[in-house]
Protein backbone atom coordinates (compact mmCIF):
# COMPACT_ATOMS: atom_id res chain seq x y z
CA UNK A 1 0.00 0.00 0.00
CA UNK A 2 2.67 2.20 0.79
CA UNK A 3 4.69 2.36 -2.67
CA UNK A 4 0.91 2.39 -4.08
CA UNK A 5 0.55 5.89 -2.49
CA UNK A 6 4.14 6.87 -3.21
CA UNK A 7 3.64 6.17 -7.03
CA UNK A 8 -0.09 8.27 -7.03
CA UNK A 9 1.83 10.75 -4.90
CA UNK A 10 4.85 11.13 -7.76
CA UNK A 11 2.23 10.83 -10.45
CA UNK A 12 -0.15 13.65 -8.90
CA UNK A 13 3.07 16.12 -8.67
CA UNK A 14 4.29 15.39 -12.26
CA UNK A 15 0.67 15.66 -13.68
CA UNK A 16 0.32 19.09 -11.48
CA UNK A 17 3.96 20.26 -12.64
CA UNK A 18 2.86 19.47 -16.35
CA UNK A 19 -0.21 21.69 -15.83
CA UNK A 20 1.11 24.51 -14.20
CA UNK A 21 3.91 24.26 -16.56
CA UNK A 22 1.17 24.72 -19.61
CA UNK A 23 -1.11 27.11 -18.02
CA UNK A 24 2.18 28.79 -17.57
CA UNK A 25 3.35 28.62 -21.51
CA UNK A 26 -0.08 29.82 -21.94
CA UNK A 27 -0.10 32.62 -19.88
CA UNK A 28 3.31 33.89 -21.19
CA UNK A 29 1.99 33.47 -24.74
CA UNK A 30 -0.52 35.48 -24.20
CA UNK A 31 1.40 38.13 -22.61
CA UNK A 32 3.76 38.49 -25.71
CA UNK A 33 1.01 38.73 -27.99
CA UNK A 34 -0.90 41.31 -25.87
CA UNK A 35 2.48 43.06 -25.54
CA UNK A 36 3.02 42.95 -29.59
CA UNK A 37 -0.91 44.20 -30.47
CA UNK A 38 0.29 47.11 -27.73
CA UNK A 39 3.04 48.04 -29.61
CA UNK A 40 1.70 47.67 -32.60
CA UNK A 41 -1.37 49.90 -31.94
CA UNK A 42 1.43 52.34 -30.99
CA UNK A 43 3.27 52.53 -34.19
CA UNK A 44 -0.13 52.54 -36.14
CA UNK A 45 -1.23 55.69 -34.10
CA UNK A 46 2.59 57.23 -34.23
CA UNK A 47 2.07 56.46 -38.40
CA UNK A 48 -1.20 57.76 -38.57
CA UNK A 49 -0.19 60.75 -37.50
CA UNK A 50 2.71 61.38 -38.90
CA UNK A 51 1.25 60.81 -42.47
CA UNK A 52 -1.70 63.36 -41.98
CA UNK A 53 1.33 65.61 -40.93
CA UNK A 54 3.05 65.35 -43.86
CA UNK A 55 0.01 65.49 -45.80
CA UNK A 56 -0.93 68.64 -44.07
CA UNK A 57 2.34 70.03 -45.04
CA UNK A 58 2.43 68.64 -48.24
CA UNK A 59 -0.57 70.18 -49.17
CA UNK A 60 0.93 73.27 -47.98
CA UNK A 61 3.99 73.56 -49.71
CA UNK A 62 2.33 72.15 -53.07
CA UNK A 63 -0.36 75.02 -52.69
CA UNK A 64 1.97 77.84 -52.16
CA UNK A 65 4.03 76.41 -55.32
CA UNK A 66 1.22 76.16 -57.61
CA UNK A 67 -0.27 79.81 -56.31
CA UNK A 68 2.92 81.27 -57.49
CA UNK A 69 4.12 82.45 -53.67
CA UNK A 70 7.41 83.96 -53.78
CA UNK A 71 10.55 81.48 -53.53
CA UNK A 72 11.34 81.69 -49.75
CA UNK A 73 7.78 80.91 -48.71
CA UNK A 74 8.05 78.10 -51.05
CA UNK A 75 11.56 77.19 -49.55
CA UNK A 76 10.51 77.16 -45.86
CA UNK A 77 7.34 74.97 -46.70
CA UNK A 78 9.81 72.45 -48.33
CA UNK A 79 12.22 72.40 -45.43
CA UNK A 80 8.80 71.96 -42.96
CA UNK A 81 7.90 69.26 -45.51
CA UNK A 82 11.43 67.43 -44.83
CA UNK A 83 10.49 67.61 -41.55
CA UNK A 84 7.18 65.59 -41.57
CA UNK A 85 8.98 63.01 -44.13
CA UNK A 86 11.35 61.95 -42.00
CA UNK A 87 8.79 61.90 -39.13
CA UNK A 88 7.41 59.21 -41.21
CA UNK A 89 10.18 56.62 -41.68
CA UNK A 90 10.72 55.02 -37.90
CA UNK A 91 7.10 54.33 -37.39
CA UNK A 92 6.97 53.22 -40.90
CA UNK A 93 9.92 50.55 -40.07
CA UNK A 94 8.13 49.95 -36.89
CA UNK A 95 5.25 48.71 -38.26
CA UNK A 96 6.54 46.55 -40.82
CA UNK A 97 8.50 45.06 -38.39
CA UNK A 98 5.67 44.40 -35.79
CA UNK A 99 3.18 43.41 -38.76
CA UNK A 100 5.16 42.22 -41.77
CA UNK A 101 1.74 41.14 -43.43
CA UNK A 102 0.72 44.58 -44.08
CA UNK A 103 3.81 45.90 -45.66
CA UNK A 104 2.24 46.37 -48.90
CA UNK A 105 -0.56 48.11 -47.35
CA UNK A 106 2.07 50.57 -45.06
CA UNK A 107 4.21 51.07 -48.29
CA UNK A 108 1.04 52.07 -50.14
CA UNK A 109 -0.23 54.93 -47.66
CA UNK A 110 3.28 56.32 -47.49
CA UNK A 111 3.52 56.46 -51.48
CA UNK A 112 0.47 58.01 -51.41
CA UNK A 113 1.38 60.86 -49.44
CA UNK A 114 4.58 61.08 -51.02
CA UNK A 115 2.93 61.69 -54.13
CA UNK A 116 1.28 64.44 -53.24
CA UNK A 117 4.59 66.39 -54.59
CA UNK A 118 4.43 67.69 -57.99
CA UNK A 119 0.80 67.92 -58.52
CA UNK A 120 0.60 70.07 -61.63
CA UNK A 121 -2.66 71.59 -60.26
CA UNK A 122 -5.20 72.56 -57.28
CA UNK A 123 -7.11 69.66 -58.85
CA UNK A 124 -4.32 67.03 -59.18
CA UNK A 125 -3.16 67.75 -55.54
CA UNK A 126 -6.95 67.45 -54.30
CA UNK A 127 -6.95 63.84 -56.01
CA UNK A 128 -3.79 63.23 -54.94
CA UNK A 129 -4.54 64.34 -50.95
CA UNK A 130 -7.80 61.92 -51.35
CA UNK A 131 -6.04 59.00 -52.21
CA UNK A 132 -3.58 59.39 -49.82
CA UNK A 133 -6.30 59.64 -47.32
CA UNK A 134 -7.72 56.90 -48.51
CA UNK A 135 -4.91 54.89 -48.42
CA UNK A 136 -4.41 55.66 -45.00
CA UNK A 137 -8.07 54.29 -44.17
CA UNK A 138 -7.17 51.46 -45.55
CA UNK A 139 -4.30 50.35 -43.62
CA UNK A 140 -5.62 51.48 -40.64
CA UNK A 141 -8.73 48.77 -41.67
CA UNK A 142 -6.19 46.56 -42.37
CA UNK A 143 -4.39 46.68 -39.02
CA UNK A 144 -7.77 46.55 -37.17
CA UNK A 145 -8.61 43.67 -38.51
CA UNK A 146 -5.64 41.92 -38.13
CA UNK A 147 -5.43 43.55 -34.37
CA UNK A 148 -8.71 42.75 -33.46
CA UNK A 149 -8.11 38.53 -34.51
CA UNK A 150 -7.96 36.31 -31.08
Known amino acids: MEIAAAVVAVVG?????????VQQFYTVRAQR???LRDRAMTALGDLSVALADHRRKMWTREDLRLSGAAPAEV???REASHVTRSAVTAPQ?????????LRLDIDSA????YEMRGA???????????????A??????SAAYI????
Open 13 to 21: TVLGAGVVG
Open 33 to 35: RQA
Open 75 to 77: AAA
Open 93 to 101: VALTVLLPT
Open 110 to 113: VRAA
Open 120 to 134: QSAEVLAARREEAVA
Open 136 to 141: ADALTA
Open 147 to 150: LSRP
